[in-house]
């Protein structure tokens, strides 16, 4: 049974505006890193702020949130849900 291997990507404010989209499916082949990721959603959107903006928002996957160190060492799986969070302003 050969099953897609996906996984979404939600885009919140200033990344939704960037993208274009408030989500996305991307196939992948199997695990890869948050770093290697970005790349895929930036490629998908050339001549766009997303780059910059998706380098400066909180990621959460699923509901847990990704900690600022290496994107490198965070692994994202299908099936998963990836969301970008811009800072927000006021409090």
Not at 26 to 46: F, I, K, N, T
Request: glycine share 8%; hydrophobic share 40%; net charge negative.
């Amino acid at each position: 049974m050969n099953e897609t291997k996906t996984i979404r990507v939600r885009y919140w404010a200033a990344a939704r505006s960037a993208a274009g989209v408030a989500e996305e499916s991307v196939d992948v082949p199997g695990p890869l890193s948050l770093a290697e990721l970005r790349a895929e959603v930036a490629q998908r959107h050339p001549d766009s702020r997303l780059p910059d903006v998706i380098a400066v928002c909180s990621v959460l996957i699923g509901d847990r949130p990704v900690s600022s160190g290496d994107p490198g060492a965070v692994v994202v799986r299908p099936g998963d849900t990836v969301e970008f969070l811009p800072p927000f302003a006021g409090g």
